[in-house]
């Protein structure tokens, strides 16, 4: 199984899973999982589809938010602090490294109001730099 990363209490990051890894994830305490990936990003990369079918029969939810490299927007920002709202307990997003998912969540917090300087304390700890979307996490957590 990918490695995961825990980023705080309610989010962990993990590099592409695979449908045989969803039992254990739900196993681990996690109420729902967030694809960041799109389909066909790689060649043998597991379909959303099959993710979701697995994460549904071990009673998960399952959400996709897919970003490309054309980078965040302000509609996957928001889908992404929805679903991270909308679960229960424990959610594991997920993207080819866990990059993407990190710095998706960490766009969705500052937007929600987390303060930059916590989220990147936050991402360091679990091995993701931030430094890259600094301005945008700013500008995020003032409002603009």
Known sequence: MATIRKIDDHISVAPQIAPEDVEEIAA???????????????????AGAAVRAAAQAAGLVYTEVPVTQAGFS??????????????????LAYCRSGTRSCNL?????????GH?????????AAGYDLTGIRPLLDALASGR
């Open 28 to 46: 681990a305490g996690f109420t729902a999982i967030i694809n960041n990936r799109p389909d066909d990003e790689d060649a043998g990369q597991p």
């Open 74 to 91: 302000h509609p996957q920002i928001d889908a992404m602090a929805a679903a991270m709202a909308a679960s229960p307990g424990p959610v």
């Open 105 to 113: 969540w960490a766009l969705a917090a500052a937007k929600s109001g």
């Open 116 to 124: 930059p300087d916590t989220l990147m304390a936050k991402a360091a």
